[in-house]
Nanobody
Framework: QVHVAESGGGLVQAGGSLRLSCAAS????????VGWFRQAPGKEREFVAQ????????YYADSVKGRFTISRDNAKNTVYLQMNSLKPEDTAVYYC???????????????????WGQGTQVTVSS
């Protein structure tokens, strides 16, 4: 089992940048795929990005491709989401989630992530 906690959210003007962190407990973080999701008021939770266990493969939603970068440092048990060129429509609560995997590098659906953090608010003003 692993516990994850997000940090780094805040208020930023459009065009600005933020870096979110997802810190995990446990000694086997390297076996977990990690995903970032977000949920805006009145909307369903949506996929943002995913990184596989060794960091070799990443996936992005079309809406953030080219602006957001997901990375991980397994020695620090941390996954990062660097968000650049932020837009007001990026405003949401951002969640990280972890899924243990033995094989495979495909993109996972939200219901395949058993461990979720509490979320961190990102607000982008116009």
């Amino acid at each position: 089992q692993v516990h994850v906690a997000e940090s780094g959210g805040g208020l930023v003007q459009a065009g600005g940048s933020l870096r979110l962190s997802c810190a995990a407990s446990g000694r086997t973080f390297s076996i977990y795929d990690v995903g970032w999701f977000r949920q805006a008021p009145g909307k369903e939770r949506e996929f943002v990005a995913q990184i596989v266990r060794n960091g070799g493969i990443t996936y992005y939603a079309d809406s953030v491709k080219g602006r957001f970068t997901i990375s991980r440092d397994n020695a620090k048990n941390t996954v990062y989401l660097q968000m650049n060129s932020l837009k007001p429509e990026d405003t949401a609560v951002y969640y990280c989630a972890a899924a243990p995997r033995v094989f495979g590098d495909s993109r996972l659906a939200p219901n395949q992530f058993p461990y979720w953090g509490q979320g961190t608010q990102v607000t982008v003003s116009s």
